[in-house]
């Protein structure tokens, strides 16, 4: 608990790196509306795509210097040489950052689901679903940023892309489900086991990548 503590202090310091990622999302789904004509059945047509994507790139720039600072000011290394439980470290980590850019996020997109359907049985349906996708989402990016350490995030994004796409596919079936009343719990438990196995292997695979770029 007390790391957990530790780390959310060190990311309730650096405010753009939780607070950009949240601002953009609520920025995107503000303008939506704008782009399109008023009239509801075109506002409803587009929006969850662009929810799921927005949650995709938002997670993309919360990511973007997970490790960059601790590994310049070498206190990476330190931490790798005087723990044994690495990847529970790093785990910690991610979880910090779901809790406090993750969970905002899917609770704005409650509320702007809610503003676009008018439906309140869907929007509290999506909301689930978007606990889910943004924890599957940081975690794929925590890798994709532990891989492009110091080599520029860009590298990072590119091998992690394809990776997320299937998960936005899922997405888009789940929204199908809801809307026709079909078979709803099973795409909600086919990403909830996605998460546990991702939960489970990322840390262990971030530690290892980390551990290479450091030797």
């Known amino acids: 608990m007390n790391t957990l503590y530790l780390e959310y ?24 509306p704008l782009t399109v004509e008023f009239l509801q059945k075109d506002l409803e047509q587009g929006f969850f795509s662009l929810l799921w994507i927005s949650m995709l790139l ?26 044994s439980s690495f ?10 950052y779901w809790a406090m850019i993750g969970i905002p996020i899917s609770l704005f997109s409650f509320l702007f689901s809610l503003s676009i359907t008018k439906d309140l049985q869907v929007s509290l349906l999506i909301m689930p679903l ?7 989402f940081l975690n794929l990016f925590v890798f994709g940023s532990a891989l492009s350490l110091n080599k520029g995030s860009v590298l990072g994004a590119i091998i992690t892309m394809p ?3 299937p998960v936005l596919i899922v997405l888009g079936k789940s929204v199908i489900a809801i809307q026709f009343g079909i078979n709803y719990l099973e795409f909600l438990l086919l990403l909830l086991g996605g998460l546990s196995i991702i939960i489970t292997a990322v840390p262990f695979i971030v530690s290892y990548v980390i551990k290479a770029h450091l030797e």
């Open 130 to 136: 978007s606990m889910l996708c943004t924890y599957i």
């Open 163 to 165: 990776i997320a796409l």
């Open 87 to 96: 990847p529970i470290l790093i785990a910690k980590k991610i979880f910090i």
């Open 9 to 32: 202090l060190k990311l309730k310091k650096k405010t753009r790196n939780w607070l950009g990622p949240i601002l953009v999302f609520i920025l995107i789904m503000i303008a939506y």
């Open 58 to 83: 938002s997670m993309m720039l919360a990511t973007e210097d997970i490790f960059l600072e601790d590994f310049n000011d070498g206190s990476l290394e330190q931490i790798l040489i005087s723990t």
